[in-house]
């Protein structure tokens, strides 16, 4: 099973579209859910990519912060895509 998921990790694929779970808690304990959704978007050549799973006591502040570390690790690597955004009630993306 481990084989066939690297495997599947060597490949290049082109993805109009991707949510990715970017786990985190309010409380401080933030895990590394954002970074890795968007290594994969990179690694997967995604033009959008949709951070998911948000806690609902957080702010929309904190929200924000987490949409900003995404987008700053992703300019950190010098690389213009995926568009990162993050998923909220009601939004629709034409395909």
């Known amino acids: 099973m ?11 694929w082109h993805i109009n579209i991707i949510t990715q779970n970017a786990y985190y808690s309010c409380f401080g304990f933030f895990s590394a859910g954002k970074f890795m959704a968007v290594n994969c978007g990179i690694r997967w ?6 951070l998911t799973h948000h806690e609902p006591s957080c702010s ?18 010098k690389i213009r895509k995926p568009n990162i955004y993050l998923a909220r009630e009601g939004m629709i993306f034409k395909l």
């Open 2 to 12: 481990l084989q066939k998921l690297f495997y599947v990790f060597k490949k290049k």
């Open 45 to 50: 050549n995604v033009k959008n990519l949709v």
């Open 60 to 77: 929309d502040c904190k929200l924000n912060q987490i949409l900003d570390e995404a987008i700053s690790h992703r300019n950190a690597m």
